[in-house]
């Protein structure tokens, strides 16, 4: 797609080197310019919003998603100048600030999947809410409650406010702080289900996601990135790296499934644990 937005303006050899993927979050599009086309960038983002009637705004990702709130950089391109927008998804609607907290419209599907997993009322954990786009959709699609943890004060505070616009403020609990020490002081042994969705560093918290499973029994929708050579191979990798991690406890691995590719040659997999 935004490579046939951009066929007017740039020659063939130009447009091979246009990155495919891209982001659009409600009314803002955030694109990658690689270092060739970087004297044209705005050129791109005015023409992106002339061909994109529902954008209003373009920025350039311009670092990797890094840090512990796990935040991009961006330079602002075209339009009009802001980072909050709204953003909807499977029937509920999201506050979100590109700049300030962590958010990925790519993990729609998954989001819709573990949606349907979940048994009436249950109680959940989600060990990394940010602003709660996995909780408040559990919640609106069933009669469960979520507690939704996250470090990051601001994304804490859209977690709030999209409880609010979705109407389950009654059953998603956002908690600003450290799971290391939220789930031991406020979650211990009360989930039927927890959420790890932090792929870089799930592994490290394997023991607190248990310790909040009532009787240390449930199931952990564990995320992680498998460098591989394709993503078949990534899977049985997925399959086996997981095995690793949860080697020590009595579990089984329900499901694996790979969520994306984010890099060459690196997937993002969940897998679907259960303990016993």
């Not at 009595?250 to 694996?256: A, F």
């Not at 060459?264 to 016993?276: G, W």
Request: aromatic share 8%; with cysteine; charged share 25%.
């Amino acid at each position: 797609m935004l490579k046939e937005t951009l066929k007017d303006i740039l020659t063939i050899d130009e447009i091979t080197k246009v990155y495919s993927s891209f982001d659009i979050i409600g009314d803002i599009i955030i694109i990658k310019i690689p270092d060739s086309l970087l004297s044209k960038k705005e050129i791109i983002a005015n023409t992106l919003l002339k061909k994109i009637k529902s954008v209003n705004t373009v920025f350039q990702q311009i670092s990797p998603v890094q840090g512990d709130y796990r935040l991009r950089q961006l330079e602002f391109l075209a339009g009009e100048e802001k980072t909050i927008t709204e953003y909807k998804e499977h029937g509920c609607i999201f506050k979100v600030d590109v700049s300030k907290t962590y958010f990925s419209p790519r993990l729609s599907t998954e989001r819709l999947r573990i949606s349907r997993l979940i048994k009436d009322k249950e109680v959940i954990v989600n060990m990394f809410g940010g602003i709660g786009t996995y909780s408040i959709i559990l919640a609106k699609k069933t009669n469960c409650t979520v507690h939704s943890i996250d470090s990051n004060p601001t994304a804490t505070e859209l977690c709030l406010a999209n409880t609010k616009l979705n109407r389950v403020e009654n059953r998603v609990i956002p908690i600003l702080g450290d799971v290391a020490e939220v789930i031991p002081n406020k979650l211990a042994g009360i989930a039927t289900r927890v959420l790890m969705p932090l792929p870089e560093r799930a592994f490290e918290f394997i023991d607190l996601a248990i310790l909040a499973l009532k009787n240390k029994k449930g199931i952990i929708h564990f995320f992680a990135h498998i460098k591989s050579h394709n993503k078949l191979c990534s899977l049985e990798e997925g399959k086996k790296y997981s095995n690793n991690v949860f080697g020590s406890y009595n579990s089984r691995i329900v499901s694996c499934r790979v969520v994306r590719e984010v890099g060459p040659r690196i997937y993002q997999i969940v897998t679907d644990i259960e303990l016993f």
